[in-house]
Structures are given as structure tokens and as C-alpha cells.
């Protein structure tokens, strides 16, 4: 090899440092622009969004038992694809929250309701996920989002090792005693499918829940999510849930 | 090449085994897997094929006219028929053969009072009686119709 | 087998503490999974233990090489055993060698595991007994165990000198690289924990790094006290030198893994996130005896005060072995009490940090204390077929 003439040597490596500091001086900006992601609905059409009024549910839970009866989930009050919580905060911001077998069993009156300093349900569910933990650390690929946005299970091809369920923040997932699989909702993907609401928005007296497609700009999610001051549950863990909650209290959990 | 005929032995066999694995692994993998992406495509046609029990609001209106229009203007007019009567994707595909669970008689005040009971948790504007004091003895159906509630 | 699952979940329904979701009732992660990390933490530990006379050429140590390199194998053949058990459906576990899903750290589990006993462990322990197995494969009295040894020559019968000399230079290399390979098995392993955000009390980047030298107490642990079992068993004087490295090793490691533990425990206090409140009283509650009686006091505490002893004085070798013996069993239930502590009392609180969920551990069926206690056993099981064949002292013709 020939020998690099000093000279040269110090100008390559001269030029080579006013290239990176450039590049060092430009990063931020062309970092900063890349700071806007684009929402995959932008792209894929439909994408399922969910909304929840958290205002207009009043705890009744035919959600709940519609969940159970589409989706065949085992009606031991442990198991559940939906449920839904009553928060009591009390004037001296005692919280309590309770959900006797899923909100199946109704609530039981609260006590001192003078003490009460407000009080409210929430129904949970899926979270739909946009950056899904459950999608990240099944093992096998045997749950996954679909191109439509929802996180479904393939049950045929479950191994039941659990990771997922621990992985879900929300605890929205739970082992079937039958079938030996996680299962979860599904959003009533079936349903969607066929032009139809998923079974729990079907039945709710109140039009608390609401399911629809992020990509269509008319959409009652969509104008749901642009109406209302709407937000998600534990944002912190940027797991970007698609499920925007109306009238969520600090304390809900 | 005598020295270290023993290791050609061992990679023999490391190459044997990861070349059967390899086989094994091309005949074992489900076909639709990556297709879409790492999943099994066809778990999405499982997922679409699950049967329906909740028929829809849409379903009731061809049988039901009357009961489907009265509720229609009432202030239950959000309530879907279902929300009251069960799933009846199966009323609907057999109509004389599966018949829709009405609430029954006895449990009715108990079924009404489980959305109208007076509660600090419901919202403010949702209608609310105290079941202990509001004509306790009294079966809601006899003042209220449940498809037009409003006296 | 789901009903005794059913039955056993509503008695503990009215169980529950504060509030939980209403699917966190079940645990589902059970003793089999704190059984694995165990496990494969002492194969670990053993396996850095046979690295560091070999890599780092402490020659103090030769008495307990083979040995640390046989306990290494027989934990980690039996190691997958409590997940498979553990899996709702056990006869679909190889999916996750055919369809791995690169982003699950579960997936890689197939792989590093496949890795490190094929490639690492089974070549080194063939490579360096390959000299004494061409032996034996003539001489053995009995016929079952020369027909063991010709197999395991691989049909070279009449192996050249060099090659001897080609196979330590390969199995120093092995070493090498097996050395990042166990570091890597168990720090996974800690990873499968460490990185589940949804879980504070699982979800710190110390994770792998606890794991691994709680890791390497636990093996330096095991093999310490095999090689002292092993010695009093044959009858043969212990090598109180190697004994010595070893127990110095051991106090390495359950300094470094307390003081890590330690460190992540302040950690949490000072910045006493949203998550702080439960977790205090996870500790003060349901894991008190477990954490801070077991794992911190009689697991940790106590080992170091006995080897710290036995380094600042100049103690007479029988005491010395009733120290090393002492602080070595503390350590091994210390250490299991450690991983109980991280699977389990991960479990029992709520994810809406809220309330409490109870853990009822059965005596029988698939994940109860008995299987558990099988699993636990069967490594040494494993390892008396290992010795048997394969003996790690020098052999004297006529004796076994």
C-alpha cells in the first residue's frame, strides 16, 4: 500500500470532521421533524378505533354478560373480556374501586353517600394497542395485530406459556380454563367482519361504548376522539392504546 | 487431516442436525405463517368465522314493527332490543324454533332497577328511582310499558 | 384438570386485598417458573465457576473443573423441563424454535438454550474427557459402559498425540466462548423478567445483571457443596486450597449480588414512583418472610458475615468447612427464596396497584409442590448418571 502524504492525511481528516460536525448541527432539526409519526390509519383502511363516555355509563353491565354470551368466556367471575369498575372517592380522598364479578353481580349500595366526593364506572377492555406489549412478547407470533389494527389470538397455535398476559398492562387478558390458550377481546372481530358492532357497544342502554373505523374521517370514533377531550389509560407505558376514554378521572387506574 | 478427524465427526453431526431441523421446521411450519406477518394468516378466517349471537338492532324491525317503532319514539329509543331480551342471532335464523328470553315477570322490578336504581355513581342526568321508596310493592310494568317508559 | 383450577381460584376470591383486576385472581406464573430461573442459574454459576480455571488458568481450582462442567449439564438438561410442564400446551412447544417471533425474549429461549448446550457445554466435556473415554472404551470392566464410551469416540479409536493437543487448544477457545454464552444464558434470563414494563416490580435494566450473580452465588454454591458431599461420600481427603478459591469466589458473588440488589431497592425508595406504596408493603406483607427473613438476612446476610469470618481470621480447616457448608446451604435457599420472591411476588400485587391477589401453593397435581420437588431433585438424579459415566477424579484401576 502506498503511504499517505502527510498533508493529505490532515486534509482528509480535516474535511472529515467539518462533515460530521455539519451533520452533528443538522441532526436536530431532521430529528425533530421525525417526531411527527404518522397514525397508521392514515394508510390502512379501516382501522378500528374504541371509545368510551365514561359520562353516560351507569354500571349496569350488559356489556359484560354480552361479552360473556358472544364470546363464549367462562362465567367464573375471574375470567373476563370486559368489565367494569365503580370508583368511589371520598371528600377525604379515600378511593375505593370495586367490580363484584365483573359488574356482573351489581354494585353494592354505597355507604355515607354525603362523604362522597364523586363517583363514577369504568368499563374496561382491550386496549388496542398500537405498540401492543402482549404482540411483543408472545414467543410464537400467536398474538398479533391485524392490518385493521386489532390484536387477536390464534388458539389453534397457542402454546399458553403466559407471557402475554403478564406483558398486558391492563390485565385485560386471562388463561381459559379450556382451551389451555390466553384469550382476550378480540374487539368481536368476527363481527366487524361482517358490518356489525362488537356485541358489548350492541347492548349498551346508554351509548357509553362505541366502536368504528380511525381511517374514516365521519366516523363516530373519529369525531368522538375530535369532539371531546379524550384520553388513555396509563400513557406512560407507550403502548399508544387506540381505546380514548371521555371523562377519565386522575384516579382511574 | 488424522489430527483432527474426531472435530470433521462433530461438525459432521452438527451439520447433519441442523440440516434435519431445517427439514423437519420446512415441513412443520404452518403454510400461512408470514404471509401477512408473523402469525399464521389463517388464524385471521378463524377469528372472522366465530358464530354471532347478537343479532343486531337491524333484525328485529322486518318481525317487530310495532314494538320496533313504539320504542323507536320513546326515551328508550337507544336501548337495543337485545339489551332487554338477550342475544337472538338464533331467533332470528329459527324464529318459531328459538324464542328470545323475555325478562321474566317476577325478576322485572329487579332487571329495571338494575340500570334505574338510584346510585351516586350514575350520572347526574340519567333517570334514577329509590327502589326501597318508589311503590315498592308495585311492579315497574304497571305504570311504565318497557318499550315507552315515559307515563 | 380446569375444574381443580376453577375450584381452587373461587376459594380464593374472598382472599383478595384492596382491588385487583378482575383476571389478575389467577397467578399465572407458578413455582415451576421460579423453579427455571433457579436452575438455569446454577448451571450458570457452575459453568463461570470450570470457565475461570480454564479461561483465567487458576490451576487451585482443578479439583472441582469437572465437576462444576458435569453439574452445569445435568441442571441444564433438566432446566427446560418445569416450562414445559408449565405450558398450557406442551405438544406445541416447538413452535417456538420453527416460528420464533424476534421481538419476544421468550423466542430466543429455544436458541440460547440450543446454543449453549450443544456448541458450548456437551463439546467441552467431550473435548476434554475425549483422552480418558478412547480409554476406557477398551478397559471398562463392564460391557454396557464400553459400548457408551465407543460411541461417544465417534468411531476415532486410535486418536494421534496431536490431536489431544489440538482439542485443549479448541476447548480453551470453547471455553471463551462460553464464558459470554452462560453470561448471556442467565442474564437472558433476567431479561424475560427485567423487561416487562407493565410489571414494576419486575421492570428494571438490573434485572439480567441481579440474575446473573445471584447466577453465580448459587452455582459457586452448588458445586462447593457437591465437591465437599462428593469428597465425604468417597471418602478422599478435601483439597482445602481449591476449597478456599472456591468459598473466596462465593463471597464475590453474594457480595456483588446483594450489594446489586441493594442498590435497586434504594433505587426504588428514593424515587418512590407511582408504584412505591405497593410495592412497600409487598415487601412488609406477603413477601416478609420470604424476602426479608430469607433471601436478605439468613440468604445473604448471614453467608457474608461467615465468609467474611473465615477471610479475616485464620480459622482451622474443620471449622472452616462447617462455615463454608453453612453459608453455602443459606445461600442455595436464599437464592431460591430470591427468585420466588421476583416470579411470585411479581404476581401478587395488582397491576392497578391497588390490591393484592394470594398465591395457594397445591401439594399435587401438575404445578404443585411435588412436581416442583421432582424437578428439583432430578438434576441430581441427572448428575449421578454424569459421575457414573463420566468421573470426574482420576480413576484407579479396580476401584469405581
Keep these: 500500500m502506498r503511504e499517505l502524504p502527510r498533508r493529505d492525511f490532515l486534509k482528509l481528516t480535516a474535511s472529515a470532521l467539518l462533515t460530521a460536525a455539519a451533520a452533528a448541527l443538522a441532526a436536530p432539526a431532521a430529528w425533530a421533524e421525525k417526531f411527527y409519526r404518522e397514525p397508521p390509519w392514515r394508510r390502512k383502511k379501516p382501522y378500528w378505533g374504541f371509545g368510551v363516555d365514561i359520562e353516560k355509563c351507569i354500571g349496569c353491565a350488559r356489556?359484560?354478560?354480552?361479552?360473556?354470551?358472544?364470546?363464549?368466556?367462562?362465567r367464573e367471575p375471574f375470567y373476563f373480556r370486559t368489565w367494569v369498575e365503580r370508583y368511589i372517592i371520598r371528600k377525604d380522598n379515600e378511593i375505593k374501586i370495586d367490580a363484584p364479578n365483573g359488574g356482573l353481580d351489581g354494585y353494592p349500595p354505597v355507604a355515607d353517600p354525603e362523604t362522597v366526593a364523586k363517583s363514577f364506572f369504568v368499563p374496561k377492555l382491550c386496549n388496542l394497542c398500537e405498540s401492543s406489549p402482549c404482540v411483543q412478547v408472545c414467543p410464537v407470533g400467536a398474538t398479533f395485530k391485524t392490518e385493521d389494527g386489532v390484536v387477536l389470538i390464534d388458539k389453534k397455535y397457542c402454546i399458553g406459556c403466559r407471557y402475554c398476559i403478564q406483558a398486558c398492562p391492563y390485565g385485560t387478558r386471562y388463561f381459559h380454563p379450556v382451551l389451555q390458550v390466553a384469550d382476550k377481546c378480540s374487539v368481536c372481530y368476527h363481527r366487524l367482519k361482517r358490518g356489525m358492532v362488537?356485541?358489548?357497544?350492541?347492548?349498551?342502554?346508554?351509548?357509553?361504548?362505541?366502536?368504528?373505523?380511525?381511517?374514516?374521517?365521519?366516523?363516530?370514533?373519529?369525531?368522538?376522539?375530535?369532539?371531546n377531550k379524550v384520553q388513555t389509560l396509563k400513557a406512560n407505558m407507550g403502548t399508544e392504546p387506540k381505546l380514548v376514554y371521555k371523562g377519565l378521572d386522575k384516579e382511574v387506574r | 487431516m488424522k489430527d483432527i478427524e474426531h472435530l470433521l465427526r462433530v461438525a459432521v453431526i452438527f451439520l447433519a442436525s441442523i440440516t434435519v431441523f431445517l427439514v423437519v421446521r420446512a415441513v412443520v411450519k404452518p403454510e400461512s405463517y408470514g404471509k401477512i406477518g408473523r402469525y399464521r394468516a389463517e388464524a385471521l378466517d378463524d377469528s372472522k368465522a366465530l358464530p354471532v349471537?347478537?343479532?343486531?338492532?337491524?333484525?328485529?324491525?322486518?318481525?317487530?314493527?310495532?314494538?320496533v317503532k313504539e320504542k323507536a319514539g320513546s326515551s328508550h329509543s337507544g336501548v337495543s332490543c337485545e339489551s332487554c331480551h338477550g342475544a337472538l342471532a338464533a331467533h332470528v335464523a329459527a324464529p318459531k324454533g328459538a324464542k328470545p328470553a323475555k325478562p321474566a315477570e317476577a325478576e322485572m322490578r329487579r332487571f329495571c332497577l338494575r340500570c334505574h336504581e338510584a346510585s351516586v355513581s350514575k350520572p347526574a342526568k340519567f333517570p334514577v328511582q329509590d327502589g326501597t321508596k318508589h311503590n315498592p310493592d308495585m311492579a315497574c310494568g304497571m305504570c311504565h310499558k318497557p318499550h315507552a317508559p315515559k307515563i | 384438570m380446569h375444574d381443580a383450577v376453577v375450584v381452587a381460584l373461587r376459594e380464593t376470591l374472598d382472599k383478595v386485598t384492596g382491588f385487583i383486576y378482575p383476571n389478575e385472581l389467577e397467578l399465572q406464573w407458578s413455582i415451576l417458573i421460579v423453579l427455571y430461573p433457579y436452575l438455569t442459574g446454577l448451571v450458570a454459576g457452575a459453568f463461570i465457576l470450570a470457565s475461570l480455571e480454564r479461561v483465567f488458568n487458576v490451576k487451585v481450582l482443578k479439583p472441582t473443573y469437572r465437576l462444576s462442567l458435569l453439574t452445569a449439564l445435568a441442571f441444564l438438561i433438566i432446566a427446560p423441563l418445569p416450562l414445559q410442564v408449565h405450558l398450557g400446551h406442551p405438544e406445541r412447544s416447538l413452535n417456538?424454535?420453527?416460528?420464533?417471533?424476534?421481538?419476544?425474549?421468550?423466542?430466543?429461549f429455544g436458541f440460547v438454550y440450543l446454543w449453549y448446550?450443544?456448541?458450548?457445554?456437551?463439546?467441552?466435556?467431550?473435548?476434554?474427557?475425549r483422552k480418558e473415554i478412547v480409554g476406557w472404551a477398551d478397559t471398562d470392566p463392564s460391557w454396557l459402559k464400553r459400548l457408551i464410551y465407543k460411541v461417544m469416540t465417534l468411531g476415532v479409536f486410535k486418536p494421534t498425540e496431536k490431536s489431544y493437543e489440538i482439542?485443549?487448544?479448541?476447548?480453551?477457545?470453547?471455553?471463551?466462548?462460553?464464558l459470554p454464552s452462560a453470561v448471556l444464558l442467565h442474564g437472558y434470563v433476567g431479561f424475560i423478567f427485567g423487561s416487562i414494563k407493565a410489571n414494576p416490580w419486575w421492570s428494571t435494566p438490573l434485572m439480567p445483571i441481579i440474575f446473573l450473580f445471584s447466577a453465580m452465588a448459587s452455582g459457586i454454591a452448588g458445586v462447593m457443596l457437591l465437591y465437599m458431599f462428593l469428597c465425604w461420600a468417597r471418602d478422599v481427603e478435601i483439597e482445602m486450597p481449591c476449597l478456599d478459591t472456591v468459598a473466596k469466589y462465593f463471597l464475590t458473588a453474594v457480595i456483588v449480588a446483594f450489594s446489586l440488589e441493594m442498590l435497586e431497592s434504594i433505587q426504588t425508595a428514593y424515587e418512590a414512583e407511582e408504584h412505591f406504596d405497593i410495592i412497600q408493603l409487598l415487601i412488609e406483607g406477603k413477601l416478609y418472610l420470604s424476602l426479608i427473613v430469607i433471601q436478605i438476612c439468613l440468604g445473604s446476610l448471614l453467608p457474608i458475615l461467615l465468609l467474611g469470618l473465615t477471610q479475616l481470621f485464620e480459622l482451622p480447616d474443620k471449622v472452616r468447612k462447617v462455615f463454608y457448608a453453612v453459608s453455602g446451604s443459606l445461600s442455595l435457599i436464599g437464592i431460591f427464596a430470591m427468585r420466588w420472591n421476583v416470579v411470585v411476588g411479581g404476581q401478587f400485587f395488582s397491576k392497578s396497584l391497588m390490591g393484592f391477589?394470594?398465591?395457594?401453593?397445591?401439594?399435587?397435581?401438575r404445578e404443585g409442590l411435588f412436581s416442583a420437588s421432582v424437578l428439583c431433585v432430578l438434576p441430581l438424579f441427572v448428575l449421578g448418571v454424569l459421575l457414573w459415566l463420566l468421573p470426574p477424579w482420576d480413576r484407579k484401576p479396580g476401584k469405581a
Design chain 3, 167 to 178: 482439542d485443549d487448544r479448541v476447548g480453551r477457545a470453547l471455553t471463551i466462548i462460553g
Design chain 3, 96 to 108: 417456538i424454535l420453527f416460528t420464533p417471533n424476534p421481538t419476544s425474549a421468550m423466542a430466543m
Design chain 2, 53 to 67: 349471537r347478537y343479532a343486531g338492532q337491524k333484525e328485529c324491525g322486518p318481525c317487530h314493527k310495532a314494538q
Design chain 1, 63 to 74: 356489556c359484560v354478560d354480552a361479552c360473556k354470551t358472544e364470546n363464549d368466556v367462562p
Design chain 1, 198 to 227: 362488537t356485541a358489548c357497544v350492541e347492548v349498551c342502554p346508554t351509548g357509553a361504548r362505541m366502536v368504528g373505523d380511525l381511517s374514516d374521517p365521519e366516523s363516530n370514533v373519529t369525531k368522538f376522539r375530535e369532539n
Design chain 3, 117 to 129: 448446550l450443544m456448541a458450548v457445554l456437551l463439546l467441552e466435556i467431550w473435548l476434554d474427557y
Design chain 3, 357 to 365: 391477589t394470594t398465591y395457594k401453593l397445591e401439594l399435587a397435581g
